[in-house]
C-alpha cells in the first residue's frame, strides 16, 4: 500500500485540492487562448511554443536523478495539481513572496489598469510547502507543472534551497525573471496598491487575487505579515474609491 501524502501534516488533507480535480491537470496555451478569444480579449501575452517550454524543461532538469522536490509560494500550495507521495511544509531561507509581477495583458489588469501577481524573489525568507514527486512520476508530473509555470515568459526554473523539519535540500521552484518586462522588482508600494486596487481581467480582479492568497496562506497556517499589510492597504484604497 501506498503510504498516505499527509502523514506529516494530516491536517492539510482537506486543504490541498486533489490533483484529479485541478484544472491546472490539463491547463493548455490552446485553452487559455479559446477563453481571451471567447470573451474578446486580444492574445498579446507571448506564450511559449510547445518546443520552447519543453527545451526550458529539459534544461532545468538536466543532471536530476530521483524523486524531485517542489517548493510551492502560491497557488501551487492549495491547488498542486500534481500527484505527490509527500508533501511537508518548507521555507526557502534566501527568498521572498512579493507581489511584483505587472499584468498588462488581460489576466488581471490591462495596459490601462495593470493588474499584480505574486512572484519569488530574494528575500529573507518565505514560508510554503515541498511536494516530493517520486522518480517514476517526475517526467509525467513536470510536464504538467511546466505547462502552467511556463505557458509564457516571467519566471525561472531553478533548484533552490529549502528547509523542511530542520533537514535542507534544493527544490525546483519558478523565480522571478527581472531580465522580463512583466517582472518590475523596484515597483514602488503605492504602485502596489494601485494596481492592486484596479487590476482587472478575465481571470478576475488583482485585489481578489491578493485576498485569495491572504485566505489560503492563513487556513493554511503559513504566516506572511508583509501580505497581511498589503492587502489593509489595497482594501483601503478601494473604500477611498
Not at 147 to 170: H, K, S, T, W
Not at 171 to 192: K, N, S, V, W, Y
Amino acid at each position: 500500500m501506498r503510504p498516505d501524502p499527509f502523514r506529516h501534516h494530516p491536517n492539510l488533507r482537506e486543504k490541498v485540492k486533489p490533483f484529479e480535480t485541478s484544472f491546472f491537470r490539463t491547463i493548455s496555451t490552446a485553452k487559455v487562448c479559446e477563453t481571451m478569444t471567447a470573451r474578446g480579449i486580444p492574445i498579446t501575452f507571448p506564450f511559449h511554443s510547445d518546443e520552447t517550454r519543453e527545451a526550458i524543461r529539459a534544461e532545468a532538469l538536466a543532471g536530476h536523478e530521483g524523486d524531485l522536490l517542489v517548493f510551492a509560494y502560491g497557488s501551487l500550495i492549495w491547488d498542486p495539481a500534481l500527484d505527490f507521495a509527500e508533501v511537508r511544509r518548507a521555507r526557502a531561507p534566501h527568498h521572498a513572496r512579493r507581489f511584483i509581477l505587472v499584468d498588462r495583458y488581460g489576466g488581471r489588469g490591462t495596459e490601462a489598469a495593470p493588474g499584480l501577481m505574486a512572484a519569488l524573489d530574494d528575500g529573507d525568507g518565505c514560508d510554503g510547502l515541498v511536494f516530493r514527486i517520486e522518480a517514476a512520476k517526475v517526467e509525467a508530473e513536470t510536464e504538467i507543472l511546466f505547462r502552467r509555470e511556463m505557458i509564457g515568459p516571467g519566471y525561472l526554473p531553478r533548484f533552490v534551497p529549502v528547509i523542511a523539519d530542520g533537514q535542507e535540500g534544493p527544490a525546483l521552484t519558478f523565480l522571478a525573471d527581472h531580465d522580463d518586462p512583466m517582472m518590475e522588482p523596484g515597483i514602488t508600494r503605492a504602485e502596489q496598491i494601485r494596481y492592486l486596487a484596479t487590476g482587472e481581467g478575465f481571470l478576475g480582479t488583482s485585489a481578489d487575487y491578493l485576498r485569495n492568497v491572504v485566505s489560503h496562506l492563513h487556513e493554511m497556517a503559513i504566516p506572511d505579515p508583509d501580505l497581511d499589510a498589503l492587502l489593509a492597504e489595497a482594501e483601503a484604497e478601494i473604500a477611498r474609491a
